[in-house]
């Protein structure tokens, strides 16, 4: 049975930590995750977009992650990730998701509230809890996609969940989705968080985390990636971010870049090698790696 994802956001608030929010698409990908979660003894909370339910199918995912709860003692939750197609969030819920996402931040405040609202009175007649975003982030992500940034506004923040019930909230204070996060230095907008948190309860929220470490993109390259002039956000803002009050941060873009530099090098350094195994456990073992630095950098370690 998976966790509660408002209870490991709660426990994160209360212990001033933050716990890792991965994307899955396939088996590889959730076996590195779940390896990493683990090993370090670290509550995960494993994630599938419209886009990975498109590619690999709803039931398929709920099934690889149920039998990974099941077979591990830390706490793994299931949630749906930006949620726009309200069929899908439902089915979602009657699946027995631990948590789901309505994403309506690119629609006015009163609509965002009022799809809100719906949702979370679905959700919460099964027990399930519902994330929420106000402000938009920039960047171009699987099926989300934004060209501007829109910074949450905090008074606007404490209205929205006053009035939807939501149980944690993304906000926008200069992430962005994707590897090209930055053209110049990175700077996240720490005051509007620091403001946010004054007026808001519930957990808060980072989306567009992704660190893009230098590490996987080099050894992407060396193996033919075109990556030229991806940043990420800088670790030291992730840890002033969690510091500020955010408990859920998602990561999907460092996940895609370790799983790509695995299978680039096996290909490269094995021509003779056709056995998806052979292939595909490296880059297993890569995220495995990416996500035990994110649970470190999360401080989520020990915390499972």
Known sequence: ????????LKKAQKGHYAVGHFNINNLEIMQGIINAGVKLKSPIILATSEGAIEYAGIEYLVALAKSASEQNTIPIALHLDHGNDLKLIKKAID???SSVMIDASHDSFEKNIQLTKQVVQWAHQKGVSVEAELGTIGGKED??????IIYTNPFKAQEFVQRTGCDFLAIAIGTSHGAFKFQGTAHLRQDILKQVMTRVKIPLVLHGAS???LSAVKEAQKYGAVLKGVRGVPENQIKMAIKNGIAKINTDTDLRLAFDAGVRKTIATQPQEF???HILGPARDYIQKVVEQRIKLFGSQGKG
């Open 1 to 8: 049975m998976f966790a509660s994802t408002v209870d490991i």
């Open 95 to 97: 699946l027995g998701y």
């Open 143 to 148: 099926l989300v996609h934004s060209k501007d």
């Open 211 to 213: 660190s893009v470490p």
């Open 275 to 277: 056995d998806p195994r």
